[in-house]
């Protein structure tokens, strides 16, 4: 890849949707103060930390929507020729695009949380109810970030893979993967252990059951957990970066 055209790509990514951006980050800061204005008239209807709730909203919602404008052309041939005749490699192009997708996109949506939250927040205190700001370091929260990438780059994927309705059709074939996989799993363990009373896990996690009316959890050794974690967080977006690849190179073709 060339360093003076990914910088060009990036100059002319941001020229051309500038306005758009604009648009996009008035309209999440809106969305995010209604969000915190309801949350909070209506706080003791709500139980936990419900910020960490309405950031985790604007994150994927934001996010999906955001990945899939950026490829959203090649779905029109006619409409994507200018894309195709950019002086650029496949490489480069994908480069681009998954770069504002994941971080370009975290990065903006974190400074405007923080800053929208921020407002909300000394607003609320002179009506003398102090909150907390959100802690994203808390409990190992973080670990969204690492969701978020394989989340962007499995939309970018169903944009070059899908002709109409691209984004729709790629949240239902994701929320049909989970559905099978959480119940599949279940079903899987209780064949396993012999046990008809789990009713909840995640995949390469953990498992819980019933015991004596309580909820009973039984945890992975951490060493598999990090070998677990590493493959999630390194090894599948790897896999997906490289296939948004060579599906953008089958569009060129």
Wanted: net charge positive; hydrophobic share 50%; proline share 2%.
């Amino acid at each position: 890849m060339n360093l003076d055209k990914i910088l060009l790509l990036n100059k002319r990514q941001w020229k051309e949707n500038n306005r758009s951006y604009q648009i996009g980050l008035l309209a999440i800061t809106g969305i995010l103060l209604f969000l915190f204005v309801v949350t909070w008239h209506w706080r003791a209807s709500f139980a936990g930390d419900v910020h960490r709730g309405i950031f985790l909203i604007g994150l994927f919602a934001g996010g999906c929507i955001f990945g899939s404008s950026l490829l959203k052309d090649l779905t029109h041939p006619s409409k994507g020729m200018w894309l195709m005749g950019i002086p650029a490699s496949a490489g480069e192009k994908v480069f681009i695009a998954v770069m504002y997708a994941t971080a370009f996109y975290i990065v903006a949506y974190l400074s405007l949380f923080y800053i929208t939250e921020g407002l909300f927040l000394w607003i609320v205190k002179q009506d003398g109810s102090p909150i907390d700001h959100i802690n994203l370091l808390h409990n190992g929260f973080y670990n969204f970030a690492f969701t978020f990438v394989n989340f962007q780059l499995l939309i970018l994927l169903g944009c070059l893979s899908f002709r109409k309705g691209a984004l729709l059709k790629t949240i239902l074939i994701m929320i049909l993967y989970f559905f099978i996989s959480y119940n599949g799993n279940n079903y899987l363990l209780m064949m396993m252990t012999g046990e008809k009373t789990i009713n909840g896990g995640g995949i390469y996690n953990y498992f819980q059951f019933r015991h004596h009316g309580e909820n009973v959890y039984v945890y992975l050794s951490e060493r598999i957990q990090t070998i677990v974690s590493v493959f999630f967080n390194s090894l599948i977006p790897a896999v997906l970066y490289y296939i948004i690849y060579l599906k953008f190179r089958e569009t060129e073709i």
